[in-house]
């Protein structure tokens, strides 16, 4: 049993590929610009845009360092990859129900042309197209999904939590 088709210039389409066909006969000649293996889920720290507001009202002005909440923003100006988050953060211990070390968190948002991650209000609304700018008290009544890079260090006294940050950022 023989499955014959005509192909057509149509068939075949992807970005940047083509199917050019001429009049001949028994003969195919197929040119494509695919990716490897290793491209088809493309890296997903590649190619990022750093969406991370340029101030966070609640942050700034807080002092409860229990619930990660006692930080700033610090303008892209400062840094080479826009915007970032820096805030102090104590550690909760559930087993004695108590908090105890402090940590410097730093934290960036990201949006990356290659993936869609979807966003949901904390009434569950979709807003995955209408977030253009994430800061850290929009982020805790976010639910779904965002690519964020963090930096945690523990703050004790071979380091201030200052000499920390800036080591990272200038990625010593």
Same mark, same amino acid.
């Not at 005509?6 to 009049?23: C, E, H, K, V, Y």
């Not at 040119?31 to 290793?38: A, G, M």
């Not at 990859?81 to 108590?98: A, C």
């Not at 253009?132 to 982020?139: I, Q, W």
């Given at each position: *049993?023989?499955?014959?088709?005509?192909?057509?210039? &149509?068939? +075949?389409?992807? $970005?940047?590929?083509?199917? !050019?066909?001429?009049?001949?006969?028994?003969?195919?000649?197929?040119?494509?610009?695919?990716?490897?293996?290793?491209?088809?889920?493309?890296?997903?720290?590649?190619n990022l845009t750093n969406i991370t507001a340029d101030r966070d009202t609640a942050l700034a002005s807080s002092?409860?360092?229990?619930?990660? *909440?006692?930080?700033?923003?610090?303008?892209?100006?400062?840094? @080479?990859?826009?915007?970032?988050?820096?805030?102090?953060?104590?550690?909760?211990?559930?087993?004695?129900? !108590?908090? &105890?070390?402090?940590?410097?968190?730093?934290?960036?948002?990201y949006n990356n042309p290659n993936y869609k991650f979807y966003k949901y209000s904390s009434t569950g609304a979709?807003? $995955?197209?209408?977030?253009?700018?994430?800061?850290?008290?929009? $982020?805790?009544? *976010?639910?779904?999904?965002?690519?964020?890079? +963090?930096?945690?260090?523990?703050?004790?006294?071979?380091?201030?939590?200052?000499?920390?940050?800036?080591?990272?950022?200038?990625? @010593?």
């Open positions: *049993m023989a499955q014959n088709k005509a192909i057509t210039g &149509g068939d +075949f389409s992807a $970005t940047g590929s083509t199917l !050019s066909l001429d009049n001949v006969y028994n003969k195919v000649s197929v040119v494509s610009d695919s990716n490897t293996f290793d491209e088809v889920l493309p890296e997903v720290f590649n002092t409860n360092v229990n619930n990660g *909440m006692y930080g700033e923003v610090v303008q892209s100006s400062l840094n @080479h990859d826009g915007n970032l988050i820096v805030m102090v953060d104590r550690v909760y211990n559930p087993q004695s129900n !108590s908090y &105890g070390d402090y940590n410097t968190v730093a934290v960036k948002y979709d807003i $995955t197209n209408s977030i253009t700018s994430l800061n850290y008290t929009d $982020t805790k009544t *976010m639910r779904g999904a965002t690519i964020a890079k +963090f930096f945690v260090k523990k703050l004790d006294n071979t380091v201030s939590w200052w000499e920390a940050v800036l080591l990272e950022i200038l990625g @010593h």
